[in-house]
């Protein structure tokens, strides 16, 4: 199993899609740099991504927010950014549903 988790944020009214990192309450100590710098570097520049982290620690949660409403791109980038740091994506059950029923 991978070591790295990166967790598919589902839109919720307050947030849009985006990439969590550092998700689990026993990850607030974890660095996080690898995945900052996978962010910043691979995520792509045709979509508005804000980096909300909540702190300028280099350590515990990060999220970085997709000013877009397609999960198709969510995914795509999210892919890239797991290849760059080995991690694996976890897709929350509520949003593999949507990617289902979109393929449908």
């Known amino acids: 199993m991978k070591m790295n988790q990166i967790r598919l944020h589902e ?11 550092n998700f689990l309450p026993q990850d607030k100590e974890q660095d996080a740099s690898e995945f900052i710098i996978a962010c910043k ?8 991504w804000f980096f909300q982290c909540g702190s300028e620690s280099k350590t515990g949660y990060k999220y970085f927010e997709l000013w877009n409403d397609d999960i198709f791109v969510l995914l ?8 760059e740091i080995d ?11 949507k990617i289902i029923l979109n393929n449908a």
Do not use: M, Q, R
């Not at 570097?41 to 508005?48: A, D, M, Q």
């Not at 795509?76 to 290849?83: D, F, G, L, R």
């Not at 991690?87 to 549903?97: C, D, F, G, K, T």
């Open 41 to 48: 570097t691979v995520l792509s520049k045709n979509y508005c």
């Open 76 to 83: 795509s980038e999210a892919e890239k950014v797991a290849k």
């Open 87 to 97: 991690a694996e994506i976890v897709v929350p059950l509520s949003i593999l549903e």
């Open 11 to 21: 839109a919720d009214g307050l947030h849009s899609w985006g990439l969590e990192f």
